[in-house]
């Protein structure tokens, strides 16, 4: 990828607060950062089919990419989606969903093992009211045993709206009444139970945009460090909120000191330096965090 004249000034900025390095070192550290902001991510959709995947990629990002369907399977062969905006890029792929056949169970959950080491985030989806999770519950274990890291899996209640019980009258309200929030409080611990997982289960809907802020905002802390800016570029900004936008800052300033960590240890050298190295990685970090515009906005 060629760089933008504001990825230069950026380098030449981060050059900057560094100058006070050896150059070796200072090169070391804004290569592995460079390599970082140009990570393109991958983020795989996984679920029952009609869980609604389509649907929520749909609507979670700014390009709507995705075929949905009422009736039928829809999504049969994974669809790899290469999302750009501006200079930076993401793939999305859009699974074929288990549970229609056990045939088509064996092939999709070969295909998910396979797709496994090049995703950074598996956004898992169950429909808020669908009790059967026999087919999630033996997939994911598969996926496990197959060696998934756990910590990849972000489990998401779909279909909020329709969780019982659903207020007469008008079709999707914006927000679920309060027994349907307690419902889905209920059906959330216990898919968290049965889906073990270092994140909440979050509950969302597709349809009226119910929760998708805090959906997006969970997948900032979710993703690993070096993929978070760059899918939050092609999420749409009406499920941004100031606390995304502070978290994805801070996790790339995050990304800055970590690049700094992995070259420089202040340990090993007498306490004057030491103090003085500390104070140049919390610069590199607060400089870092103050750029993010210029490379991801
Ligand atoms: N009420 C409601 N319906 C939804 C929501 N999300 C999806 N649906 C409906 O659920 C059905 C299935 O949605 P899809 O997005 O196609 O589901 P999928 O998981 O991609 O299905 P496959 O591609 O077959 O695996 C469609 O009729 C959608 O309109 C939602 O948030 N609320
Ligand atoms: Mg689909």
Redesign the pocket.
């Given at each position: 990828m060629s760089d933008s004249p504001d990825t230069h000034s950026v380098s030449d900025a981060l050059r900057a607060s560094l100058s006070f390095l050896p150059q070796h070192a200072c090169d070391r550290i804004l290569s592995r950062l460079q390599h970082a902001i140009h990570h393109e991510p991958v983020i795989g959709?996984m679920?029952?089919?009609?869980?609604?995947?389509?649907?929520?990629c749909?609507?979670l990002f700014q390009q709507s990419v995705?075929?949905?369907?009422?009736?039928?399977?829809?999504?049969?062969e994974p669809q790899r989606l290469v999302l750009t905006v501006g200079e930076r890029s993401m793939t999305l792929i859009?699974?074929?969903?288990v549970g229609?056949t056990p045939e088509k169970d064996e092939i999709y959950l070969s295909l998910y093992q396979q797709l496994l080491a090049e995703l950074d985030l598996i956004i898992w989806?169950i429909?808020a009211d669908d009790r059967a999770r026999a087919t999630d519950i033996a997939t994911h274990r598969a996926l496990l045993n197959a060696g998934a890291d756990p910590s990849r899996f972000l489990f998401v209640l779909?279909?909020?709206?329709?969780v019982s019980p659903v207020p007469a009258g008008e079709?999707?309200q914006e927000l679920p009444s309060e027994k349907q929030c307690l419902s889905l409080a209920t059906i959330s611990s216990l898919v968290a139970g049965q889906l073990p997982s270092s994140f909440p289960v979050m509950a969302?809907?597709?349809?009226?945009g119910y929760n998708l802020s805090a959906l997006v905002e969970l997948m900032v802390h979710a993703l690993p460090a070096q993929a978070s800016s760059a899918v939050y570029r092609q999420l749409k900004s009406d499920h941004k909120s100031t606390e995304s936008d502070s978290a994805v800052r801070q996790r790339f300033g995050e990304l800055a000191g970590s690049a700094f960590d992995s070259v420089i240890d202040p340990n090993s050298l007498p306490s004057g330096w030491r103090a003085l190295l500390c104070r140049l990685r919390e610069k590199l970090v607060q400089l870092a965090t103050g750029l993010w515009d210029k490379l991801f906005s």
């Open positions: 959709i679920g029952k089919t009609g869980a609604g995947k389509s649907s929520l749909n609507a995705c075929l949905t369907s009422d009736l039928m399977a829809c999504t049969r859009d699974l074929p969903g229609e989806v429909r779909s279909q909020a709206d329709r079709e999707w969302v809907s597709a349809h009226t």
